[in-house]
């Protein structure tokens, strides 16, 4: 019964390779995020989508890529993966941009 | 650019001591001002929030206080226990631009018995 849910809990990938993230809520919330969390734990927001509406894009290359297919799954996809996209992914979701829910996290490590 | 100093870095009290964590922020149209825990390897977890149109607001050992004329914030935890151990991140956001979390750097709380 796990509010929000990501899949994998750990990834790691040789550089240059494709790699996906998977999020879903079951909180019948309507935006979802992602967040990236460095070695230095400072957590910073990279997308965000209401109603499946990309709403937040910050500065993050094009080689991210996000994708929402229902109001209860957003996907982060990675193109040509480098060694400084190591870190902690999360995924969250709030109901109109309120209280903001964090799933387990996903440690990719690109080596 | 939207920024929110935390302070300190670190912070070590004895069980039962009280722990008070700043943070300043930059943007004067944030409106929402949540606290998160996070311990290791773990998520951030939610534990208090407070809007802007409120000056204070308390849950059980935990109370956040709102300065919106200085742009400061504060947690303060009393009665501290070593499971209140943790880094602590305080985060502004204002709700009209979507609701992006801006968070402060992080205070890791060390309660010791």
């Given at each position: 019964d796990t509010a929000v849910s990501q899949t994998p809990k750990y990834?790691?990938?040789?550089?240059?390779?494709d790699k996906s993230i998977k999020c879903e809520q079951n909180l019948g919330h309507d935006t979802m995020y992602w967040y990236k969390q460095d070695s230095k734990k400072f957590l910073k927001i990279m997308f965000s989508y209401n109603n499946k509406e990309l709403i937040i894009n910050e500065t993050v290359p094009n080689r991210f890529s996000p994708k929402s297919p229902d109001k209860a799954h957003l996907n982060l996809h990675i193109n040509s993966l480098e060694l400084g996209d190591s870190a902690v992914y999360f995924c969250a979701s709030s109901q109109?941009?309120?209280e903001q829910y964090f799933g387990p996290g996903t440690r990719?490590?690109?080596? | 650019g939207e920024n929110v100093e935390q302070h300190p870095s670190t912070l070590s009290v004895q069980e039962g001591d009280s722990a008070v964590i700043k943070c300043t922020y930059s943007d004067s149209a944030s409106n929402y001002f949540p606290?998160?825990?996070q311990e290791l390897g773990k998520r951030p977890q939610l534990i208090i929030d407070i809007r802007s149109n409120v000056g204070e607001k308390k849950d059980q050992r935990i109370a956040v206080t709102l300065n919106k004329t200085a742009k400061h914030f504060s947690l303060?935890?009393?009665?501290?226990?070593?499971?209140?151990?943790?880094?602590?991140?305080?985060a502004a956001s204002n709700r009209n631009q979507g609701g992006k979390l801006i968070f402060g750097q992080g205070t890791e709380?060390?309660?010791k018995p």
């Open positions: 990834l790691v990938t040789q550089m240059g390779n109109s941009t309120y990719l490590t690109v080596t | 606290w998160y825990k303060h935890i009393t009665e501290t226990q070593p499971e209140d151990s943790a880094v602590y991140f305080c709380l060390s309660v």
